[in-house]
């Protein structure tokens, strides 16, 4: 079965700074998608940005941008830029690109980091 | 607009009863999701549908209920063999089986136990 491993519970930022989330996975398929969701203290889950694993390309949406490792099974956020606006919990979620039915395709979530960010 | 709507947001339920959250979707989606969150858990999946008349468990099904008679509607019951009910529930939506979009979220329901 496939995990999502978040190290990092709680993480801060200096307002204007760049801070980095930590995400890993383990999984025995090659096709597969990942993805960053933002739930502020709304408690909305906001698609940040999302990553198909057969692209050797890195996904940039604005200031968030991903480094993914298929060989290291990483898939890192980085926030550049940091906005009062960002302070949220951040999850890590992977889905198989596969449909067989069953729970193929569904979302698999990390437990979250928490950012805050410092005025 | 397209989304999805859980009603009602605050649900406060005595020891004992059954209650039931609703969640809506005018998005077309096949596939409909409910999930469970605790502090320091994460998202947990409590069941899933991917077709009308049919749904499966997730990982934390047991004292719950579904059911999936319309494509828009994925109401989820909390009964009362539901030991620890006190969490904050989403119910998400999804497309094409191969969709790189990800999932649709609800804005939550938080259920509390009184």
């Known amino acids: 079965a496939q995990t999502v491993t978040q190290s990092q519970p709680e993480m801060s930022v200096q307002e204007a700074e760049t801070v980095t989330l930590s995400c890993t996975y383990d999984?025995?398929?090659?096709?597969?998608?990942l993805f960053w969701y933002k739930q502020p203290p709304s408690r909305q889950m906001i698609l940040v940005i999302r990553?198909?694993?057969?692209?050797?390309q890195n996904a940039t949406e604005n200031r968030f941008s991903v480094n993914f490792q298929k060989a290291a099974k990483s898939f890192s956020l980085k926030i550049s830029d940091s906005q009062l606006g960002d302070a949220a919990m951040y999850f890590c979620a992977y889905r198989s690109a596969m449909n067989y039915g069953g729970s193929q395709g569904n979302l698999i979530f990390g437990k979250g980091t928490k950012l805050s960010v410092k005025p | 607009d397209g989304g999805i709507t859980q009603s009602p947001k605050y649900l406060f339920r005595k020891e004992g009863q059954n209650v039931t959250l609703s969640c809506e979707q005018n998005l077309n989606h096949d596939a409909m999701y409910w999930y469970r969150q605790d502090p320091g858990q994460g998202l947990r999946l409590i069941y899933y549908s991917q077709i009308v008349n049919d749904f499966q468990k997730g990982d934390i099904a047991e004292g719950y209920s579904v059911s999936r008679e319309k494509k828009e509607s994925f109401p989820l019951t909390v009964t009362s063999a539901q030991k620890n009910p006190t969490a904050f529930y989403l119910c998400a939506s999804k497309g094409l089986p191969r969709s790189f979009y990800g999932y649709t979220f609800g804005s939550g329901t938080r259920l509390t136990v009184v």
């Open positions: 999984t025995s398929e090659s096709d597969y998608y």
């Open positions: 990553q198909e694993a057969y692209k050797q």
